[in-house]
């Protein structure tokens, strides 16, 4: 998506460790008009899909996920990723490794919010190596309910998560994909493609 | 606000430690139509004061927080609760004990992204003992910005958090005050005057 892409080569860095920092419009200070812009093509995408709720995991996720919600006109659930007081009994859980916080993580949303019937749309602002995303695909199958596709914003793609899941046989849409930081330059995959 | 207070008497549950639960439409499966009312509301209360910037915290004030700053037509920050590789230097911090985690909890915003002339309305789902929005305040008055006010959507008004945070200045809305939640039911501070 040209607008996205524009908006990360303008804005986005590349700090040590291959981190793509775009924390001024995604996922710290979060641009809204850019989330509905994005919302709108993932509609797009995946409007025949009936989709009856859109599932992210704390936090960054969040804001993205509201606004692909409102877009659907379907409820937002998010997957929370330790246990507070505000969960109780009833839960769908299951264990990830967090990249970001280099240690074993478990997400986890309440039984009573997703069920066999649901059509799931999965929503998140990264993806990098999709330990994240494959545990909320595990927690959604879990139920018996459908993954009918998986939305990010920035995926990259150096990283393998999203091509390892499209390899499962996910429909994996990712609205940039970042295919190289070397040199601290942003290369998208698909990048000649995109120009014309 | 009637819609929220009758959709809390619906839903609600009262958990052994004054919990109230409302995960079913507030803070883990999130109704975002009616986040969309309260948003309206919260635009009626403070459409005069010309905010820059919606701040909340992570995790479950986001999704009201990305509705608030649609309906304003400003950018949301959301501060982070732990240094994570994605925040770089340039912090913000504010140190806040969470009665969730029964543990000290670091707040964090970059420093970037708050700025000396912001006018910030502070967003949150639940206002309970009021401690991570002393720690938002804390974190906007240390860059000279203003607080304008702070928008709640469920506030434990028998925890106290709220009228502390009154007594100091703020502009505290709250759009539903429980008061009291003894046997398991609740009751709403004003509770006569709304049915009037």
């Known amino acids: 998506m040209k607008l996205l892409c524009d908006r990360i080569r303008e804005e986005g ?7 793509v920092k ?11 008009k850019l989330m509905g812009e994005l919302a709108k093509e993932f509609h797009r995408l995946f409007a025949d899909k009936k989709i ?3 599932l992210t995991v704390e936090a960054s996720g969040i804001a993205l ?12 659930l998010f997957a929370k990723k330790a246990k507070s007081d505000n969960i109780e009994g009833g839960l769908i859980q299951s264990e990830i490794f967090s990249y970001t916080y280099k240690k074993k993580v478990t997400l986890i949303v309440s039984a009573q919010w997703l069920n066999a019937d649901d059509k799931v749309l999965i929503i ?7 330990e994240a995303l494959r545990g909320l695909t595990e927690m959604i199958h879990s139920v018996g309910a459908e ?26 849409r990712s609205l940039a994909i970042i295919e190289d930081t070397a040199d601290g330059k942003i290369r998208f995959r698909d990048e000649e493609r995109e120009e014309i």
Chains 1, 2 share one sequence.
């Open 13 to 19: 860095r590349v700090l040590p460790g291959n981190i």
């Open 22 to 32: 775009v924390d001024g419009f995604l996922n710290h200070l979060v641009d809204i």
């Open 52 to 54: 009856t709720k859109i």
């Open 65 to 76: 996920a509201t606004v692909c919600a409102q877009e659907f006109g379907v409820p937002m």
């Open 124 to 130: 998140d602002d990264f993806l990098a190596n999709g």
């Open 147 to 172: 993954v009918v596709g998986i939305g990010i914003a920035v995926e990259k793609g150096f990283q393998g998560g999203g091509d390892k899941l499209r390899a499962m046989g996910y429909d994996v």
